[in-house]
């Protein structure tokens, strides 16, 4: 088994369908087809893509990836309130919901935001893969400063190709919204956003403060884990950032060190061109000292910081999910003290304020039904996430390290190589020079000591 | 030991080259016809001793002595072991020695002495003249600057170094009262005592480089511990991150090996560079001399030119003669005649000295240039040789680098 990508098709086989299917993923119907299953709710998707999980192992078939998005071109975008930065974002895809095949919008980092946000507010227990941060102060980095923007342009690039390599998340109506939309700034501004994000921290606020009544094992063991992947993951991050640190000062000292054998050798005759073979060794190793750093911090910092930032995400993703048990527990309860069995005993159709207290009970069940729904809803999603993140994890990682790894192999071996030339042999191991060709270079010396 | 090599090459043949042996000392030197010191004793500076002592202003102070031991050849060439004659010597003392020797020979390229100060130390925190490792070091140059004195056709004939190798006490007193010190041109002095060298730079920064070097490899040890914890919490993961951290580990450990090479190169740069220096000094006092020769040349012609004016009336305009001649009125008779006789002496005088300086000049060229060349062609192999023995060792440090990176590669497949 590969083992390293999810089946990000499993869209495809779910999108088998007639073209009129509407996959509102907000559409109540949550009935599956056998054989010819349908995207509609997250929950059926969860549980379809929990299915292919299985079948995975018999899936021959390469993965077939139907929608293809990049993230280029920034371009400073100059008005009379403020200045920002867009990314022009592509997208070419197959998939039927989209009316056309192609789509080229632009995009600022607040949109990527939005879009963000939007996700994590419908799949509060999907881990969504982490944006670049926003612009801080302290980093002493101007905003619009080229290797920032560049860097921010592929971190942006990769949170969209995440989504589009998620069988859920791909699916999203804000997704296709981003990628398909002209303008996203009015959708932005309006929508149960702000409110939405109120509301939660509220509850959140509120649940914190009651705790969980019980956490099923797994999810205890899962919270623990997140706590120590955060901690390593920040030590690799700044291990990795010192080491880079040290390498770029080594790699300064060699600069200056080089052409110290050059000057010294505008003052010598028979050593000058050993010092000079020196010395052009010496800028060598620089130069592919300075590659390799720059290998480096394109390729293993960037994807240590993202995984620093994954584990923010993971700690978020299970502290909604304890929310979200929090709140069934605290109706749950509020339930409980409510009813009790003899007082539902027989209602009286002239008994008003029982057959009121009755239905207040009836609802608040219904709630605790859907709560309890959603519980299971959110802990299914997780669980499916969370196998197919630590893959894709361990992916990643695997592959930054292994390409650091290579690369320093490489950069030994050009090393080795700018020591070996013959010239510098050559010149070392002539016969000695004589004297009359030291005196023949015309030293003032000689002609003074000249007997 | 080294001395017993000497005494073999010296048989087989003249022109020796340095080798150095594993811990950087010399085991023979630029031998040539005559005998010299080194053949008829075995020198070595065996230790180093801290002592404690009131200096001269009274107040304490830490200082490292040195055993200097002596064996007389014949003994040793009989089969006979007898035990040396040692005395303890301070750095101090083999300075004396050196300056002594570049008065009393300033046409000899006197060889150089270890750094007086633990100036640049190797990524350590303080320039400590007690660091073992630095006293060390120093320890080895002073045994290569006796073989290399001893084994000098000239200086090693010298009287004061003798007795440096045999009397303890008593010695600084003797060499005092030679008054070499009244010989010494000033200038001179200054420039050979201390250690400036005019292409200092390649040998500063070559320290600079190395310690940040030293840093790159350690900083990777972390690796090792932060892998090991992080592979505690991972199933499939940790056997690969665990095995990849030791190798880590031991990335950072070869460093110490990497280094103690540098060193060694800094060592023969360092030695070069000092004897260029000297080289230098050697030529300069030679131009003094040719300059001073001038100066009496030019005095000397002067002088001949005014016995002509006195002697013979004609006075030439623009002379001085000429012009006193205007201002004042000639002179009476008796006081050219005075005049005169004075000049004579004078003239005499100076032709006696301008012969003393040419021949002075000619015998001080002469030697000084069979020094230099054997000097100059014997330091520029010795540095080609340190050259090809640093891309030598830069080459090794590479391939343990590809080693290690390899197997931590290997390791991360294995993730």
Known sequence: MSGAKVPADISGHMLDLDEEEDLEVFSKNTSLAEGNPMPNSPDSMVNQFRLDEENEEEQQGAINKDIFVTVDNPESHISAIETFITYRVVTRTTRSEFDSSKYEVRRRYQDFLWLKSRLEENYPTLIVHPLPEKFVMKSMVERFNDDFIETRRKALHRFLNRITEHPILSCSHHFKVFLTEEELAPLRKLGPGFLSRMSETMRAMANSVRGLRSKLEEFAIMQEYVDDFSNNMCSVDKVTHRITKEHREYMDELKQYGPTYFHWAESEELLAEPLKGVGSCVEKCSKETEEQIQYLSEVLVPTLHEYVLCADTLKAVMRRRDNIQAEFEAKNEALASKTTDKEMVSISLSDSPLLMRFFYVWQLQEEVDDLADRVEQANNALRGDWSRWRTSMRADLKSAFISTAAKNVDYYEKVSLTYCPSSLYDVCLQTSTTLASWFRSGSLIATRLLP | ?415
């Open chain 2, 1 to 415: 030991r080294m001395a017993e090599d000497v005494k073999e090459e010296s048989v087989a043949s003249n022109d020796e080259s340095d080798r150095a042996a594993s811990d950087g000392s010399l085991s023979n030197t630029m031998l040539t016809e005559g005998s010299c010191l080194l053949r008829r004793m075995e020198i070595c500076v065996a230790e180093a001793e801290k002592r404690s002592g009131k200096n001269a202003v009274s107040m304490q102070e830490t200082y490292t002595v040195y055993l200097v031991e002596t064996r007389p050849m014949d003994a040793i060439a009989e089969g006979r072991n007898p035990p040396p004659d040692s005395l303890w010597r301070r750095y101090s003392e083999f300075e004396l020695l050196r300056n002594y020797l570049i008065v009393t020979y300033p046409y000899i390229v006197v060889p150089p002495l270890p750094e007086k100060r633990a100036e640049f130390v190797w990524h350590k925190l303080s320039a400590d003249n007690m660091d073992p490792d630095f006293v060390e070091r120093r320890r080895i140059g002073l045994e290569n600057f006796l073989l290399r004195v001893a084994s000098h056709p000239v200086l090693s004939n010298n009287e004061m170094l003798y007795q440096f190798l045999t009397k303890e006490h008593g010695w600084k007193e003797m060499v005092y009262e030679t008054g070499f010190q009244t010989k010494a041109d000033s200038r001179l002095r200054a420039l050979s005592a201390t250690f400036r060298v005019r292409n200092y730079n390649s040998f500063s920064l070559l320290q600079r480089v190395a310690d940040r070097l030293y840093a790159v490899y350690k900083v990777h040890g972390n690796y090792g511990r932060v892998f090991s914890e992080w592979s505690a919490i991972e199933k499939e993961m940790g056997d690969g991150l665990q095995s990849a951290g030791h190798h880590m580990d031991a990335y950072a450990a070869s460093v110490d090996d990497i280094l103690e090479e540098e060193e060694h190169y800094a060592d023969q740069l360092k030695e070069y560079l000092s004897y260029a220096e000297a080289l230098r000094a050697v030529c300069r006092k030679h131009e003094l001399s040719q300059f001073e020769l001038e100066m009496a040349s030019q005095d000397l012609i002067s002088k001949k030119q005014q016995r002509e004016e006195l002697a013979t009336g004609i006075v030439h305009t623009f002379s001085l003669k000429g012009m006193t001649n205007k201002l004042f009125g000639q002179e009476a008779p008796e006081q050219r005649e005075a005049k005169l006789n004075l000049l004579e002496e004078l003239i005499a005088e100076g032709e006696e000295t301008v012969k003393e300086k040419t021949a002075e000049c000619d015998e001080h060229a002469e030697k000084a240039w069979a020094d230099i060349v054997r000097f100059k062609d014997q330091k520029d192999k010795d540095l080609k040789e340190a050259f090809i023995n640093y891309a030598l060792m830069q080459i090794s440090m590479c391939k343990k680098g590809i080693q290690v990176w390899s197997n931590a590669k290997e390791c991360f497949l294995k993730m």
